[in-house]
């Protein structure tokens, strides 16, 4: 289980954050704790990638700035 923290251009309310959850739990995501402007991820690699939290983040109106490992 891979552990992330990732920065989020473009939330800025609660409505923001629904959606950047609802998104991240589409694609797999075990458990995404979601705030304004970033997010801690915990997800299996061999089935999501960051290459993919990414595609639905865009998909979702959202831009995924940088990340990190926890």
Same mark, same amino acid.
């Given at each position: 289980?891979?552990?992330?923290? $990732? %920065?989020?251009? &473009?939330?800025?309310? &609660?409505?923001?954050?629904?959606?950047?959850?609802?998104?991240? %739990?589409?694609? &797999?995501? %075990?458990?995404?704790?979601?705030?304004? &402007?970033?997010?801690?991820?915990?997800?299996?690699?061999? $089935?999501?990638?960051?290459?993919?939290?990414?595609?639905?983040?865009?998909?979702?109106?959202?831009?995924?700035?940088?990340?990190?490992?926890?």
């Amino acid at each position: 289980m891979k552990k992330i923290k $990732i %920065n989020i251009d &473009g939330m800025t309310c &609660g409505h923001c954050v629904k959606r950047v959850t609802d998104a991240l %739990n589409s694609v &797999g995501i %075990n458990d995404a704790q979601v705030e304004i &402007g970033h997010a801690i991820l915990s997800f299996d690699e061999k $089935i999501v990638t960051i290459e993919k939290i990414s595609e639905v983040l865009k998909e979702a109106g959202y831009t995924l700035k940088d990340w990190q490992s926890l």
